[in-house]
T-cell receptor
């Protein structure tokens, strides 16, 4: 069965510091990985997906199949990045998203 | 149409009562998903519809839970004989599935259920 692990419940960084939110997955097939974000009082929304290989709001994530990881990175954290971040795995056969437990990113001055 | 909407936003009920939630997806989205999120956890898949057909149900969806999407538009999720363990945020999402790989799921604001 598929599984997504986010080891950190809370990550606190200073503004301007680099950010890395960790995500590991377990899936025997070919995965599609995503990062979803939930800002305060807003709904869950897609931040980025691995196959697009693009940078959104300065965030990037690279799928490492050898390490089964999909860590989210940003070189310089901003206050507006403070939010809840969820890593998610999509398995086409099941047509559903499997989410990790989430990491709260707190960016302080 | 400003996105997926869910009603009510909050529901407080007593144990043993039945509750029903409604989800209105983005117009013309053919897929509709229900997820449940408990405190400290990520959303967990419950079930999904393609048009009016319910194609998959999670083992989390006990016999007390039933979901419908009668005309392939809005959906309802009913919980019968609620238990305190049903207290959670119930999320609805919709997508326009055209086959092949993932099509982005757009989430609603959720319905927060509290069972006393």
């Amino acid at each position: 069965a598929q599984r997504v692990t986010q080891p950190e419940k809370l990550l606190s960084v200073f503004k301007g510091a680099p950010v890395e939110l960790k995500c590991n997955y377990s899936y025997s097939g070919s995965p599609e990985l995503f990062w979803y974000v939930q800002y305060s009082r807003q709904r869950l929304q897609l931040l980025l997906r691995h196959i697009s290989r693009e940078s959104i709001k300065g965030f990037t994530a690279d799928l490492n199949k050898g390490e089964t990881s999909f860590h989210l990175k940003k070189p310089f954290a901003q206050e507006e990045d403070s939010a809840m971040y969820y890593c998610a795995l999509y398995t086409g056969t099941a047509s559903k998203l499997t989410f990790g437990t989430g990491t709260r990113l707190q960016v302080t001055l | 149409d400003t996105g997926v909407s869910q009603n009510p936003r909050h529901k407080i009920t007593k144990r043993g009562q039945n509750v029903t939630f409604r989800c209105d997806p983005i117009s013309e989205h053919n897929r509709l998903y229900w997820y449940r999120q408990t405190l400290g956890q990520g959303p967990e898949f419950l079930t999904y519809f393609q048009n009016e057909a319910q194609l998959e149900k999670s083992r989390l969806l006990s016999d007390r839970f039933s979901a419908e999407r009668p005309k392939g538009s809005f959906s309802t999720l009913e919980i019968q004989r609620t238990e305190q363990g049903d207290s959670a945020m119930y999320l609805c999402a919709s997508s326009s599935w055209t086959g092949g790989s993932y099509n982005e799921q757009f989430f609603g604001p959720g319905t927060r259920l509290t069972v006393l």
